[in-house]
C-alpha cells in the first residue's frame, strides 16, 4: 500500500509508508556509491522535503585525526564501518559508540600527490576490505578488525599510493592506484576476496606492441601516468566494471605526443580477467589534467525514445558525457558549467574535442594562457548523485580557471612530474555551485552558488531531498526538484565527504564525515577557508520532534593577515632572482606546493611556509629530510644541494 503526495511543481513522487512512520525493515548501506551504480540515490522517505527541517544530530564521534575526511562509510547489520588514512572504525550506527579501531603505521617516506585520506571500504561475504598509503590491500574481520590477509600493489618509493575502496565484481577484488603526477605507469589488479591471491594486471598504459601502444611516442609509455585513483561501477547484468582512468604524465602534452591512450578515458573490462571490452576516450593528449576518473555513474534512461543501459559522467573537463554502456558509443556530450575556454565544443561524429585556438597557441608557443576550468574541473572528485525518479543528477561544480605555462621538466622518481607552471584564478563570488543537471542537454534546472566550492559529493533520496556538505562546515538539505534549501547544520570542520542514509528499527538516519583537507584545500590558498579548522569527526542526524533546528547562516569570516606572513602580492620581477633562489622555486612548485600552496599560499591546515623563521636552516634541513610530524621524509628523493635551495625560496 502507497500514499501519493503532489507536490507543488505538479508532479507526483510515489512515497511508501514509512514516511508516515510505519515500521519498516532495516535499510544499510552495503556499497560505496550505495549501490554499485555509483547513482548514490536512496529509496528511503522517513525523511523527506517537508520534515527534513527537524533533523538534529543524534550522535558525534571524533576520529582523532586531523587530516583530511573523505570516507563513505558503510552499514552492515546495524554497524557502521568508517575509515581515516591510518585507522579502521567499527561503530554502533544507531548509539555512535565505538567497537573496535584499528591503526596503521606508514613509513617516513611515504608521499602522496593530493592529499592524506582514505575514501572508504567494500564488503563482502562477512570481510572488510580497505587500501592504505603504501599501497597495502588489506581484508579486515568485520568482528574485531583484525587483518585477515595482506597485499602489496606498488613501492610507495615510485610515487605510487591508494586512497579509494576496492570494488568487489563478480567474485573478484579489484584496485586501483594513484601517481599520476609521479610519472607512474597506472594499472588495475584484480585479487581473490577470500585468499589475497593476485589474479590479473590490467595496465592503462600500453607497451608499444599492444593495442593503443602506437598513441605514444618513444619510451614515453615507461612514465605515462594513467592513474585509477577513484572506484569503478559495475553492471552484474552486462558482467562489466566501468573504470576511470586519469591524466598522462606530465601534465604537458608536448612531452608525450600522441593521444596517449588509454589515459582520460573510461575503461570496460570483464572483472574475471581484465580483459578490456571497450574504452572512450574524453580528452585525447590532456595538457590540463582533466583525467577521467570521476565517477562513471549507471543508469537506464530513455534516449530519443528508445530505452538504453547507460554510463554518464561530468568530466573535469566542463562536458557531461553520455556513453552507451554495452559498447562504449557517445550519446550526447554537453557543457554543464559556465566557463569552458580549453575547446569549442565535442565533435559528435568522433568523440574529440574541438581545440580552441587559445590552446592550439599555447601548444606552439608555449605562451602563459588563461584556461577554464582548471584542473579542479568542471566537476571534481566530489561523487555526483542521480535520481531515476526526477531524472536529474546532482552535481558540486567549479567556476576556477588557471594561468597555465608549458614547461620542459626531468623526470626523477618520487618527485612531481607536471612540466608546467601555474597560476589559480579564482573569481570574486561563487567559485562554484551545487547543480541539478539535465543529463540529455548539460543544463542545470537549479543551482545552488556558494563563495568557496562545495567539493564533498551529494546523496538523494525517495523523500525528495537532496544532501550536500560544505567545506565551510555546513550540511546542507535541498529540494531535489526546486533546489530550495530546506536546512543546513554547522559541523565542527569543513566536508569533503559524501552523505550517506541508513534505517535501523524503523528510524532513518542521515550520516557524514566532517575535517576540512583534500585538493583544493591544499592547492588552492583560498582565503576563505583560513578561518576552518581540520579535525576529523562523524556526525549522524535523525528526526527531532521540533520545528526548524537549522543553525543560523553565518557566512564565512575572513581571519586576519599574519604578521609574520608575507601575504601582499607583489610586482617583484623574478627574472632577477638568484639562481640558487629560481631553482629553489622549481623544487618547490614539484615537492612542496601539494602540500603547503601554490606559492605558498595555503588555506591554513597546514604549515604556513611565509612564516618560517630566515635564521633556522639547520631546522628546515632536518625537516625536510628527515620529516617531522605528518610530513614526510624528503632526504632520499631529494639531495642537501636540492634541499637548501628550497630553503633559500622559502626565506625570499
Not at 575526511?69 to 581515516?84: D, E, R
Not at 610519472?183 to 598504459?205: N, Q, S
Not at 576516450?281 to 530513455?302: A, E, S
Request: proline share 6%.
Amino acid at each position: 500500500m502507497t500514499k501519493i503526495k503532489i507536490l507543488s511543481t505538479g508532479m507526483f513522487l510515489i512515497l511508501s509508508l514509512s514516511a508516515y512512520g510505519e515500521q519498516v525493515k532495516d535499510t544499510g548501506v552495503d556499497f560505496y556509491g550505495l549501490q554499485q551504480n555509483l547513482q548514490r540515490y536512496s529509496p528511503l522517505t522517513q525523511i523527506n522535503d517537508q520534515n527534513v527541517k527537524q533533523l538534529k544530530p543524534a550522535w558525534i564521534l571524533s576520529l582523532g585525526d586531523n587530516r583530511g575526511q573523505q570516507t563513505q562509510p558503510l552499514i552492515i547489520n546495524g554497524v557502521m564501518y568508517a575509515t581515516t588514512h591510518n585507522a579502521t572504525y567499527a561503530i554502533d550506527a544507531k548509539t555512535g559508540r565505538q567497537i573496535w579501531k584499528t591503526t596503521i603505521e606508514y613509513p617516513a617516506d611515504t608521499v602522496t600527490c593530493c592529499g592524506i585520506t582514505n575514501r572508504g571500504m567494500t564488503w563482502y561475504k562477512n570481510k572488510l576490505y580497505r587500501v592504505t598509503l603504501d599501497n597495502h590491500i588489506q581484508a579486515v574481520s568485520p568482528g574485531n578488525g583484525a587483518v585477515v590477509w595482506e597485499q602489496i600493489a606498488a613501492d610507495v618509493k615510485d610515487g605510487f599510493s591508494m586512497t579509494s575502496a576496492p570494488l568487489l565484481a563478480n567474485g573478484t577484488l579489484i584496485t586501483g592506484i594513484a601517481g599520476g603526477e609521479f610519472g607512474v605507469r597506472a594499472f588495475l589488479d584484480g585479487w581473490d576476496p577470500e585468499t589475497g591471491k593476485h589474479l590479473w594486471r590490467f595496465y592503462t598504459i600500453p607497451e608499444p606492441d599492444q593495442p593503443g601502444g602506437d598513441t605514444w611516442q618513444g619510451d614515453d609509455w615507461r612514465r605515462g601516468g594513467g592513474p585509477t585513483w577513484l572506484i569503478g561501477s559495475y553492471d552484474k547484468e552486462l558482467d562489466l566494471v566501468y573504470w576511470g582512468v586519469g591524466n598522462a604524465a606530465p601534465w604537458n602534452s608536448q612531452m608525450h605526443p600522441g593521444d596517449n591512450l588509454y589515459t582520460n578515458s573510461i575503461v570496460a573490462i570483464r572483472p574475471g580477467t581484465g580483459e578490456l571490452i571497450w574504452h572512450f576516450q574524453f580528452t585525447p593528449n590532456d595538457p590540463f589534467d582533466y583525467d577521467g576518473v570521476n565517477d562513471p555513474i549507471l543508469v537506464d534512461i530513455n534516449i530519443d525514445g528508445k530505452p538504453r543501459k547507460v554510463l554518464m559522467q561530468a568530466n573535469r573537463n566542463g562536458y557531461f558525457y553520455v556513453l552507451d554502456r554495452t559498447n562504449g558509443e557517445l550519446l550526447k556530450a554537453n557543457q554543464f558549467v559556465d566557463k569552458v575556454t580549453w575547446a569549442d565544443g565535442i565533435d559528435m561524429k568522433t568523440g574529440r574535442p574541438i581545440l580552441a585556438e587559445r590552446v592550439k597557441n599555447m601548444l606552439e608557443t608555449s605562451e602563459t594562457t588563461e584556461i577554464w576550468p582548471a584542473a579542479f574541473g568542471g566537476k571534481g572528485l566530489a561523487p555526483m548523485s542521480y535520481s531515476p525518479t526526477t531524472g536529474l543528477a546532482y552535481a558540486n561544480t567549479f567556476n576556477v580557471g588557471w594561468k597555465y605555462t608549458p614547461i620542459q621538466q626531468e623526470y626523477k622518481p618520487g618527485i612531481f612530474y607536471i612540466g608546467m607552471k601555474f597560476e589559480w584564478v579564482l573569481p570574486k563570488g561563487p567559485k562554484g555551485s551545487l547543480r541539478a543537471i539535465d543529463p540529455l542537454s548539460g543544463k542545470a534546472k537549479w543551482q545552488f552558488p556558494t563563495d568557496v566550492p562545495m567539493n564533498g559529493g551529494t546523496l538523494v533520496t525517495e523523500g525528495n531531498v537532496v544532501f550536500s556538505g560544505a567545506q565551510t562546515g555546513e550540511l546542507y538539505a535541498f529540494n531535489a526538484l526546486t533546489g530550495e534549501k530546506l536546512w543546513e547544520f554547522r559541523t565542527g570542520s569543513g566536508i569533503i565527504a559524501p552523505p550517506i542514509t541508513y534505517q535501523l528499527d524503523g528510524k532513518q538516519y542521515v550520516a557524514v564525515a566532517s575535517g576540512i583537507g583534500g585538493v583544493y584545500n591544499n592547492f588552492s590558498g583560498d582565503p576563505e577557508l583560513k578561518n576552518i579548522n581540520p579535525g576529523g569527526s562523524l556526525w549522524v542526524f535523525e528526526l527531532g520532534d521540533s520545528s526548524n533546528t537549522s543553525t543560523v547562516h553565518a557566512n564565512t569570516i575572513l581571519s586576519p593577515i599574519v604578521a609574520t606572513a608575507s601575504t601582499e602580492e607583489t610586482n617583484e620581477d623574478k627574472t632577477v632572482w638568484l639562481e640558487t633562489v629560481k631553482k629553489g622555486a622549481e623544487l618547490y612548485e614539484q615537492t612542496c606546493s601539494h602540500c603547503h600552496g601554490v606559492e605558498m599560499k595555503t588555506s591554513g591546515t597546514t604549515f604556513d611556509l611565509r612564516t618560517f623563521p630566515k635564521e633556522d636552516k639547520s631546522r628546515f634541513m632536518k625537516s625536510v629530510t628527515e620529516g617531522t610530524g605528518t610530513m614526510p621524509a624528503w632526504g632520499d628523493k631529494l639531495s642537501e644541494e636540492e634541499i637548501s635551495a628550497i630553503y633559500e625560496y622559502v626565506i625570499h
